[in-house]
């Protein structure tokens, strides 16, 4: 049965609904941020808001109170759930290292099979063009490709995200391209709300002080709930406003939050800054690109190839270094008929096959000595003595290396003429 790319996804994440919603391997912090979000509302609705509805009598505006609220927290999980529950844009892995930017290093060899080969490497940095400026990016031995730039690795979902701002755990998710926008419309609207719940509990507090003509004491022991919220909300207005002052500074100079601690130890030049106007255009004004990844799709079977062959084919450096030992190590027959077939006169060729036959050693030594004397060079032999079966059977099994060779194929004519 064919199965689906969330099913063999290769990250961290969880899937739900089939493949529709993504979310982080932390997702069940979200429960935390929920509550967070809906009991201190459901109190303010409760014992703040519902007490609210007779004192201002003129258009129902006690009622407005209690439904902004609704309103309101209905709005800021939405934008919950558009942070979380989807892709925040993962760059998808590839199958295969790039071929186009595989190097054979001699200097790096692994022992294989006795003997030494070249491994693979890979440049670990590359240089791109951004707005003019060279940019140097990275290589993901876990995606097995280069990040293309403001791309990192998130190493809580083990996935590549394009412009990777940080990894959330309030909202169990990555924080990237294509829900930045969301997260920063949360936050800021989390703020709002904090903002909002905190005015209209000090409102109720004031009109019970005008009602029973007392103190503010008294006015906070008549509506703890209302004390209890004041002080919540004022908590919570250091960690959600201050994280928007500091992405509003983030967004006014364009920006992530790693780019941010990583440049600014590193003393980089920030290439992407446009100026204050258009970066907030940049992040608020373009449209949401397209998810690269379909996690519903089904699953291609990959197509088993050889690749080692074809990266040898496309660096001929690389080949002339890697021919000799393959040469060396070639079969023993074939290695002694190359030996034989180096030399130049086929009668020796022939003295020599005559005397393999026989197991014997060669008949006319001094014809061997004057050769070697005569200037040319011999053919290197291994001190071990080989024992060849040509003699004893009748069939000339070699290796096609050999074959090619134009003298041991005339020598194997004039036999078989002879």
């Not at 290439?271 to 379909?294: I, Q």
């Amino acid at each position: 049965m064919a199965k689906r790319v969330y099913e063999v996804w290769k990250g961290s994440n969880k899937f739900i609904f089939g493949g529709r919603l993504i979310f982080g391997p932390d997702a069940r912090s979200l429960l935390v941020t929920l509550s967070l979000i809906i009991v201190p509302v459901i109190i303010f609705c409760i014992f703040v808001a519902r007490h609210l509805r007779h004192e201002f009598s003129s258009d129902n505006a006690g009622y407005a109170i209690l439904v902004v609220a609704i309103v309101f927290t209905a709005y800021v999980l939405l934008l919950l759930f558009l942070t979380s529950a989807r892709d925040p844009g993962i760059i998808p892995r590839n199958a295969h290292p790039p071929e186009e930017e595989m190097r054979y290093d001699s200097s790096a060899s692994a022992e294989i099979g006795g003997r030494q080969t070249p491994s693979l490497q890979f440049p670990r940095t590359k240089d791109m063009m951004v707005n003019g400026i060279p940019v140097r990016v990275k290589y993901c031995d876990t995606c097995m490709l280069y990040r293309p730039p403001r791309c990192s690795h998130c190493s809580i979902c083990n996935n590549c995200v394009e412009r990777f701002d940080h990894h959330c755990p309030w909202v169990g998710q990555c924080i990237g391209l294509r829900n930045y926008r969301y997260f920063f419309m949360f936050v800021a609207s989390s703020t709002l709300l904090c903002i909002y719940v905190f005015a209209i509990c000090a409102l109720y507090i004031k009109l019970l002080m005008h009602d029973h003509h007392g103190t503010v004491w008294k006015a906070m022991k008549e509506s703890p709930a209302s004390v209890i919220l004041m002080g919540y909300c004022f908590i919570s207005l250091w960690f959600v406003g201050g994280l928007t002052g500091f992405h509003l500074y983030l967004i006014g100079t364009n920006q992530t939050t790693y780019e941010n601690f990583r440049h600014r130890a590193d003393n980089r030049i920030n290439v992407h800054n446009r100026g204050c106007v258009s970066n907030f255009l940049e992040v608020f004004c373009t449209e949401v690109k397209p998810s690269k990844n379909n996690f519903r799709a089904l699953v291609q079977e990959e197509v088993q190839r050889t690749t080692l062959p074809t990266m040898r084919e496309a660096d001929p450096e690389d080949l002339s270094m890697d021919r000799r030992p393959k040469v060396e190590d070639d079969l023993d027959i074939g290695e002694d008929l190359l030996k034989i077939s180096q030399r130049r006169n086929f009668e020796e060729l022939e003295e020599d096959i005559r005397s393999r036959g026989s197991n014997g050693p060669p008949h006319n030594t001094s014809e061997v000595d004057s050769y070697i004397g005569s200037g040319h060079r011999a053919p290197t032999i291994r001190s071990e003595t080989r024992h060849s079966s040509w003699g004893r059977s009748g069939s000339w099994d070699v290796a096609a290396e050999v074959l090619s060779n134009p003298n041991v194929t005339e020598s194997r004519s004039n036999n078989a003429q002879k």
